[in-house]
């Protein structure tokens, strides 16, 4: 029998949503004088129920407000559901978006222990593996200077670089390939065939289908909340490029 | 809150790393470093020294190794809960991506602060039995209980205006509104002492103002900073139409007794508060 390493079961999120741009002490005063509150329940989840075994890699497609963000806020355990269960198996790893718990003034090598102490290693597993994090990031000579005079490739190259080495048994990437250049792109590429070969387990959001294409061995689309479809990449991806070109069509 | 305070514990690491880091930036482009964090409370207690002697006629022998004593409890105090204040809200992309007990923000903001304030007391030895060569009193003993409570109160506090603060960002401003206002009811500039005496001098259905002053616990904290710390002192001052002398007065170790249990309380319900909400910040849009 194979190994489950995420298990959702009846997973609803609902957020209030209130109808004001700004939370403040005025909006607060402002709205008690108000008839009526206008407070809306926005359900980013409905039911959902999701296996994901160790091994798979799984691309997560939708529009934008499908609930896929949340989705993967709730299995990084930074969101808890309003109702239903969590079950992760192994250490997660988030892959954090461009210069996320990056201090500017800071050096890279503070950063990263900062980095890697937050993603759940010890200094000493750091130290053992800062050679080869430095490397992975093509660092060498910059890794004592701060971090504010890095070009966003060097950030994005550094934090991408802690996170594969935090040993995730699932890794979890929202849109983070987007940023990089060509080169960058094809490394994590050649990372994620890595991960995969090592059985590690991924979930990936993205909108380009061309990469959801080239690593997923699976599918989810998420639509209002809901699973509109699961299953082998080809097929869920064809079935929304179809959707959305029917939505575009409907729409001009 | 025992099962918050061990998964707290499994993440010792990360806390230690964060106030490491909050001390190391917080100097990181300056050349003179943590002596920023020396230079302005003397400088302070240098001008408060010169004015309340000069012009306000306090005679007092060594009157700033008083207001030291005081002011830099008080700046503890008053710097922690500011750099708290907006902990939570600072790192709030963190916070959305990754777990880890949120109470380690604050919490480190603290912690770095309190390793400020050890650093400021080794100088105030220094100035105390170098400089104006008092006597250290045995009851110096007591310095670390009084660290621990003030600690406690301040990461209560600390806890509940963080997460306040992620969602009203008024609260950062009602805080330093509040800490200055704050500062003229404690004493730094003025001894209880002299509190003791406006009581005696207003009419008896006023006779409560030394109780209620004390009750607030940080006013006792700081009371008590003074009286295990220096010598008991008369002070004078000598006013326009007369001089007043103020007798000094012991240590009241009930008050003293109530402001430890306050902070020990406040510190639980800030917790718990703090661990009530913490899972809705990452939900902020």
């Not at chain 1, 800062?130 to 070009?151: G, H, K, M, N, Q």
């Not at chain 2, 105030?124 to 009193?137: C, M, S």
Request: with cysteine; hydrophobic share 50%; net charge positive.
């Amino acid at each position: 029998m194979k190994d489950a390493a995420i298990l959702l079961e009846h997973i609803s999120k609902s957020y209030r949503l209130s109808h004001q741009p700004y939370s403040s002490l005025k909006g607060i005063l402002l709205s008690m004088f108000r008839y009526r509150r206008r407070i809306e329940v926005h359900q980013a989840l409905n039911d959902v129920n999701l296996t994901i075994w160790r091994g798979e890699t799984v691309g997560l497609i939708g529009v934008n407000g499908s609930g896929k963000s949340t989705l993967l806020a709730i299995i990084a355990r930074v969101i808890r559901p309003t109702a239903g269960t969590v079950q992760v198996n192994g250490r997660v790893a988030p892959l954090l978006q461009l210069g996320v718990g990056f201090h500017p003034d800071l050096t890279g090598l503070e950063n990263v222990y900062f980095n890697g102490i937050i993603l759940g290693l010890t200094r000493q597993q750091i130290a053992e593996r800062l050679p080869s994090i430095v490397r992975f990031a093509e660092l060498e000579e910059f890794i004592d200077t701060p971090v504010r005079a890095y070009s966003s490739g060097m950030v994005l190259r550094l934090g991408f670089a802690v996170a594969v080495h935090t040993d995730p048994e699932i890794i979890l990437m929202d849109e983070v390939l987007a940023v990089g250049d060509e080169a960058f792109q094809h490394k994590c590429l050649r990372k994620i065939q890595d991960f995969q070969r090592e059985g590690r387990t991924i979930l990936l959001v993205s909108h380009d289908m061309n990469q959801v294409r080239q690593v997923a061995t699976r599918v989810v689309w998420l639509h209002q909340g809901h699973i509109m479809a699961d299953g082998a990449t080809k097929d869920v991806v064809a079935q929304y490029l179809e959707f959305t070109a029917q939505l575009e069509r409907q729409t001009l | 809150m025992i099962a918050e305070l061990r998964e707290l514990y499994r993440y010792r690491e990360l806390l230690w790393t964060l106030v490491l880091r909050e001390l190391r930036v917080r100097y990181k482009n300056s050349y003179l470093g943590f002596f920023w964090s020396l230079i302005v409370p003397l400088v302070t207690v240098a001008v408060l020294t010169i004015v309340f002697k000069r012009v306000m006629g306090m005679v007092i022998p060594n009157y700033s190794a008083y207001v030291l004593a005081a002011y830099l409890p008080w700046m503890y105090f008053q710097t922690a809960l500011l750099d708290s204040s907006q902990s939570v809200l600072a790192q709030i992309q963190l916070v959305k991506k990754v777990y880890f007990p949120r109470e380690v923000l604050p919490l480190a903001a603290v912690l770095a602060n309190l390793i400020h304030f050890a650093l400021a007391l080794v100088v105030f030895f220094v100035y105390l039995l170098g400089y104006v060569r008092a006597p250290l009193l045995p009851s110096v003993v007591l310095l670390p209980v009084l660290v621990l409570f003030q600690t406690l109160l301040i990461a209560g506090i600390s806890l509940i205006i963080s997460c306040l603060n992620v969602f009203y960002e008024d609260t950062k401003y009602i805080v330093s509104i509040g800490l200055q206002l704050m500062f003229y009811l404690v004493p730094v500039i003025y001894f209880s002492e002299q509190v003791y005496h406006a009581q005696i001098a207003s009419p008896e259905w006023q006779r409560w103002i030394y109780l209620v002053y004390h009750l607030n616990p940080i006013a006792m904290l700081m009371t008590a900073y003074r009286k295990i710390l220096l010598p008991p002192i008369t002070v004078q001052q000598v006013g326009a139409v007369q001089k007043q002398t103020f007798a000094s007065l012991p240590m009241d170790w009930g008050l003293l007794a109530v402001a430890c249990v306050v902070s020990v309380a406040i510190f639980v319900l800030g917790y718990a508060f703090f661990n009530k909400r913490k899972w809705e910040f990452a939900e902020q849009p």
